[in-house]
């Protein structure tokens, strides 16, 4: 009974077995509750004489639980933040965020930021001081004309790697951290995307690999920002066991196939973005549904409303730089009009 009873009080257990032939050393992840202790306290004893069954519902977030590995590192990258409800959502939700989810690094996707077309400086700048390590980018990185001359002063600001040589920008970025080194690089594909940049698949390689050789980062992070699932798939294949994650951006919504790949690299084809969910990818549906049906060209406004951030969660073994975990993000939120 108190062999049992310890059991419990170590775990959270959703398990059938026989007490008779349960091994001694029985243990699983540590959570401590009231509500557990209370469960096993107060268990019948005759119960646990023969086959039982345990269910404890596990009723807390992933990022709840208590990690145990210290060396754990866990990042936070938002998908592709869109138009001024996008980035009012992720600035004011960030640092709640992160304490929540026991974030230790975040990245975020800022490119349609400044009104579903590109990012400007004080964007960017008032998303890092929201808590943002690094801001991605993609194929609209060049609507706003200001980001360019800021790009070449700020490092966190990154661009898409493979952009012809002498383009201005960074395509990657090492930061040090408290638990490591951590390495950001953002690429963009290639399959129906405008304009056609040098290959991917090649580019990020060559620069993850330098980024281990030359700069000590074993957490290496890549943002795909591309059209099809099968170029996305493809690249987390290609580098399976090179980087920590490869998480795709641009389609603008969150897909279901998250996974650790057999090498130890985190994947998911899509983040989503961080906007308006009654919309068409951001946008008001009201003209993007006239646009299909009369093939009439119409503006797009950034749509209002009520705001879906949408991410992933990755937890890295920062010795190995192997991933451990992936969890999709999910928030929707009302704001507030001024």
Known sequence: M?????????????????????????????????????????????????????FLFFGFFWAKTRRSNKSMLRILFLGDIVGEPGRKAVISRLKAIKEEQSVDFIIVNGENAAAGRGITPKIAIDLMRAGAAVITSGDHIWDQQEIVEFMEMEPRMLRPLNYPEGTVGFGSIVLKTGKGKVGVINAQGRTFMQPPLENPFLAVEAEALRMREEEGAEVI???????????KIAMGRSIDGLVSAVIGTHTHVQTADEQIFPGGTAF???????????????????????????????RFPVAKGRVGIRGVLVDVDEKTGKATGIRRFSEDLELREP
């Open 2 to 54: 108190q062999d049992a009873q310890q059991h419990l009080k170590t775990g959270v257990v959703f398990l059938n077995f026989s007490a008779a032939v349960a091994p001694a050393n029985l243990k699983v992840k540590v959570i401590e509750t009231k509500a557990i202790e209370s469960l096993v306290a107060n268990f019948p004893a005759q119960n646990f004489t023969g086959s039982f069954q345990v």
């Open 221 to 231: 992070f890549v943002d795909f920002h591309a059209e099809t699932t099968s170029e």
């Open 268 to 298: 998911l084809c899509d983040a989503g973005m961080c906007g308006p969910l009654e919309s068409v990818l951001g946008r008001e549906f009201k003209p993007v549904v006239e646009r299909f049906r009369t093939a009439i060209p119409r």
